[in-house]
């Protein structure tokens, strides 16, 4: 059969559709083969080149196989070059180089596309983001500044916002809550309002089913906070509906189908259409949903302004209150948002103290390895590279001199990166930090080995501002002490959260100079740190941030008491 359209010599779109069905349910290898196959018989196709991009991408991610997803980003540059003008496949192009953190081409390529399409916002958007990515925090702000006046209602801005709102250290906790408020009053304007008539039976007391929308039911940071929830639930009492909106299909996600009684998946259908997902929240009948990401990219925030479910909940995969007045509840603790912080969320705040969070440790964490008794300290931080901001590298640059010796490593897949190291380098250099007493790190490709890591080190420092949470977790896990500062805000105070739970609240700082104490002292007494290498783990794994029945408890009761409102209520 000719699947050609002899007018655009593209293969016909529902060649496309049945091509992209068959990998996204569950036959990949045989569809991407056939996609190989239809690229090559039409090389001037875009439309081609971007589906065998986007399957090779996600069954690379799938199978851990760094080779596919270096493939893969090839493939889209092949979708830009038959399409130059094609601004939807240089988007593709810069996501996938912003995910393998490739900053040097996302940046070029966003130039280029602002170039040649000056009048799309997603142009801006994409440069902005590169700009972010690159740690050119003045820049990102100028860009996203002229794109709120240009495109003041733009929900992708918006957002935007409200993700560069948790990096910018200069802005106050009071004008982060205004800018995630603004996105929810965009979110009241442009959509329809809800209309939705609940029919639940209100009895506070029987079986509630509960939803988590999340792309996070894979291998990613919030699996290991999710897994120890979902797995120690009740199930006499409460029914987990998983809905994932993420492309990924990996060895996790199987782990969260079979803890889930029913799993969705949603995502965007070759033309870019996410089939209605507030349609399959209402027709599971739910009583409770979970939103489990914020702001973060893929979100569905706007599904959940139609309230289709009675009670609405923000929890864990953000830190910062989502601004949208129909997620009714935001779940943290008494440290990360104490008595007093009311007014910096739209949500009603619940607190599951001591901690917030329970960590699951990965299996495939190795035994803790001793450091050698001589030797100069090493400081790490593994954390993502836009929580580096100024002021962090600043006080890192104060712990260094006050260690003569010791060295800090920092580790990011991005340091592959000629610029990106130029970068980091550039700016400890402006904190006084000569170059030589930075290791620079790429990413790792496994799990163990990333973590291995951390037996090459002594102590962790935690960024400012937007602490670490993962990192912090994984760190004590692998025996190595966190020194945090407690900060103005949720994304600032977690680390005091994670320390004060397995016992560390001496490393908690209030000031930096307490900050560059603790961490000098740590490092000054050798048989201290060494104790607290050989004890950190047992001491996590007793404790209330890895007892996973207890937490379970204690969010089950904080849910069951919001259904008990609302069955009391007229709403």
Not at 100 to 115: F, P
Not at 268 to 276: D, I, R
Not at 466 to 476: D, I, R, S
Request: with cysteine; glycine share 8%; proline share 7%.
């Amino acid at each position: 059969m000719d699947h050609a359209t002899p007018e655009s010599g593209a293969p016909e779109s529902g060649v496309l559709a049945d091509l992209r069905n068959r990998f996204d349910r569950g036959d990949p290898d045989a569809a991407i083969a056939e996609a190989r196959a239809l690229a090559g018989r039409f090389p001037g196709s875009w439309q081609a080149w971007e589906l065998l991009a986007y399957m090779v991408m996600w069954r690379g991610q799938a199978l851990h196989d760094t080779g596919m997803m270096e493939e893969a980003v090839g493939l889209q540059r092949r979708a830009v070059e038959a399409a130059p003008t094609n601004g939807r496949s240089r988007q593709v192009l810069i996501n996938y180089l912003g995910m393998h953190r490739l900053v040097d081409e996302a940046m070029d390529q966003a130039s280029a596309w602002v170039t040649f399409d000056g009048d799309n916002p997603s142009a801006h958007l994409a440069f902005a983001g590169a700009c972010l990515d690159c740690l050119e925090f003045d820049r990102a702000r100028a860009a996203l500044t002229e794109m709120v006046a240009r495109w003041p209602d733009d929900l992708a801005i918006a957002d935007f916002a409200c993700n560069f709102a948790n990096y910018d250290p200069s802005v106050s906790p009071a004008e982060r809550t205004a800018v995630q408020r603004s996105f929810g009053d965009r979110l009241e304007r442009l959509l329809p309002p809800a209309t939705a008539r609940h029919t639940n039976p209100r009895d506070p007391e029987r079986k509630l089913r509960v939803g988590f929308v999340s792309g996070d039911f894979r291998l990613h940071s919030c699996a290991f906070f999710l897994l120890p929830l979902l797995t120690n639930l009740d199930r006499d009492l409460y029914e987990p509906f998983l809905y994932y909106t993420y492309p990924v299909e990996d060895a996790y996600v199987k782990r969260f189908r079979g803890l889930s009684k029913r799993f969705v998946k949603s995502i965007p259908n070759v033309a870019g259409v996410t089939e209605g997902l507030g349609f399959k929240f209402w027709n599971d009948r739910l009583d409770v949903l979970f939103d489990l990401a914020g702001h973060t990219p893929g979100h569905r925030l706007h599904v959940f302004h139609a309230k289709n479910v009675p009670v609405q909940v923000n929890y864990l995969g953000y830190p910062s209150t989502t601004g949208v007045p129909a997620v009714g509840y935001r779940f943290v603790d008494s440290t990360t948002d104490p008595p007093g912080s009311e007014p910096l969320a739209t949500e009603e705040l619940v607190r599951l103290d001591p901690c917030f969070v329970c960590y699951g440790p990965p299996e495939e964490a190795p035994a803790v390895e001793p450091r050698p008794a001589e030797g100069p300290p090493v400081f790490c931080s593994f954390n993502t590279n836009v929580k580096m901001n100024d002021p962090t590298i600043r006080l890192w640059g104060r712990v260094l001199a006050a260690v003569p010796g010791s060295t800090l490593v920092l580790k990011n897949s991005g340091y592959v990166q000629p610029r990106m190291r130029a970068v980091v380098e550039r700016k400890f250099a402006a904190a006084g930090v000569d170059p030589l007493r930075l290791v620079l790190v790429p990413g790792e490709p496994g799990l163990a080995s990333h973590l291995a890591w951390y037996n090459r080190v002594d102590v962790a420092l935690d960024p400012l501002h937007y602490n670490g949470t993962t990192t912090t977790c994984e760190a004590m896990w692998m025996g190595v002490p966190v020194v945090t500062r407690r900060g103005d805000c949720h994304a600032g105070r977690v680390g005091a959260s994670l320390l004060g739970a397995v016992g560390l609240g001496g490393l908690i700082a209030g000031t930096d100079d307490e900050y560059v104490e603790a961490a000098r002292a740590l490092v000054a007494d050798r048989a201290g740190l060494r104790d607290v290498k050989a004890s950190l783990r047992g001491r996590m794994a007793s404790g209330p941030l890895c007892d996973g029945a207890g937490f379970a408890r204690r969010f089950e009761g904080a849910v069951r008491g919001l259904w008990r409102r609302w069955c009391a209520s007229s709403g």
